[in-house]
């Protein structure tokens, strides 16, 4: 079963902060992160590999709960750059499959 | 440094056709996974390959094959086009399924189905 993202989507003006959460029913090991824009492939962004650990990519921080079973991504001061869908992904833990979160479309107005 | 490469990039077929599409990659790569991502969705995983001669199920197996001959490809193939098969299509490489192996993703096939 895919990883749940909260919200869905989300608009926002260029500078206004922004969180997109990851959850699973099952056990995290690890959690990626992904960007993809409109038209294009999914762009690797972090990994977080630790509870607790965040890890940073410009203005773009996450963090992660193995406990809690989420990962949540933190947008600081958003640019337009920022628009498109965000993903995690993960292992599903006894597989060898790697699997990716429902999506959260992000869309940076100016 | 090619990374992944698919082709073709667009397909239209007619109902009831087969075709194969390729994913070919260049980083010594040992697993390789090809997804479908329809409109405004999320990617399902469709089958894997930890390695060559080794593929597995992924979420929607159905109405799709996959072999794994060498380490570098990993080509799809539809037996019988459905329109629910439209869609698009990635293939993605990683070293190994392991907690810090992010997946390299090719630029996608576009297909639909008449």
């Known amino acids: 079963q895919q990883p749940v993202q909260s919200p869905q989507a989300v608009i926002l003006r260029e500078g206004e902060d922004a969180v997109i959460n990851c959850s699973s029913s099952?056990?995290?090991?690890?959690v990626h992160w992904y960007r993809q824009k409109h038209g294009e492939a999914p762009v690797f962004l972090m990994i977080?590999?630790?509870?607790?650990e965040q890890k940073g990519h410009e203005k773009i921080s996450a963090s992660f709960n193995e406990k809690k079973q989420q990962s949540s991504l933190y947008l600081t001061a958003s640019q337009l750059s920022y628009s498109g869908t965000y993903f995690c992904?993960?292992?599903?833990?006894?597989?060898?499959?790697?699997?990716f979160g429902t999506g959260t479309r992000l869309k940076v107005l100016a | 440094n090619a990374g992944v490469t698919q082709t073709p990039k667009f397909q239209v077929l007619k109902t009831g056709q087969s075709m194969t599409l390729q994913c070919a990659q260049d980083?010594?790569?040992?697993?390789m996974s090809w997804y479908r991502q329809d409109p405004g969705m999320g990617l399902r995983l469709i089958h894997y390959?930890?390695?060559?001669?080794?593929?597995d199920q992924g979420e929607v197996p159905n109405g799709y094959n996959v072999s794994r001959s060498t380490t570098e490809d990993f080509p799809l193939r539809l037996l019988s086009a459905a329109p629910s098969q439209t869609s698009v299509y990635f293939c993605?490489?990683?070293?190994?399924?392991?907690?810090?192996?992010?997946?390299?993703f090719g630029d996608g096939t576009r297909l639909s189905i008449l």
């Open positions: 993605a490489s990683s070293y190994g399924v392991g907690s810090n192996q992010p997946q390299h």
């Open positions: 099952k056990a995290l090991y690890s």
């Open positions: 977080l590999l630790k509870g607790g």
């Open positions: 992904g993960t292992e599903d833990p006894g597989t060898y499959k790697y699997i």
């Open positions: 980083m010594n790569h040992e697993y």
């Open positions: 390959s930890v390695g060559a001669g080794i593929t």
